[in-house]
């Protein structure tokens, strides 16, 4: 389906995420909803000590973008 990531761990859509501000996210899978959702940390899926971090953005097939109040923890906060 698609190639493996280099480091050989699971695909990771919000790797893609430069900034949680202005990020997009083409494909959601479970892990991801669960980002979005803010249960989880944007960036690499902690679960602990999470703050909010701004929004971010997913596209629809009709290019409809949706904002996501999302969340990182505190490794990955940078306010
Ligand atoms: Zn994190």
């Given at each position: 389906?698609?190639?493996?990531?280099?480091?050989?761990?699971?695909?990771?859509?919000?790797?893609?995420?430069?900034?949680?501000?202005?990020?997009?996210?083409?494909?959601?899978?479970?892990?991801?909803?669960?980002?979005?959702?803010?249960?989880?940390?944007?960036?690499?899926?902690?679960?602990?000590?999470?703050?909010?971090?701004?929004?971010?953005y997913?596209t629809?097939?009709?290019?409809?973008r949706?904002?996501?109040?999302?969340?990182?923890?505190?490794?990955?906060?940078?306010?």
């Open positions: 389906m698609t190639n493996p990531p280099a480091d050989g761990g699971p695909p990771d859509p919000a790797e893609a995420l430069a900034d949680a501000d202005t990020a997009e996210l083409q494909l959601l899978d479970a892990e991801a909803l669960r980002r979005l959702h803010g249960e989880a940390c944007i960036r690499c899926g902690e679960v602990a000590g999470l703050r909010p971090a701004g929004y971010a997913t629809t097939g009709d290019g409809t949706y904002g996501w109040p999302v969340f990182t923890c505190p490794t990955h906060t940078t306010a």
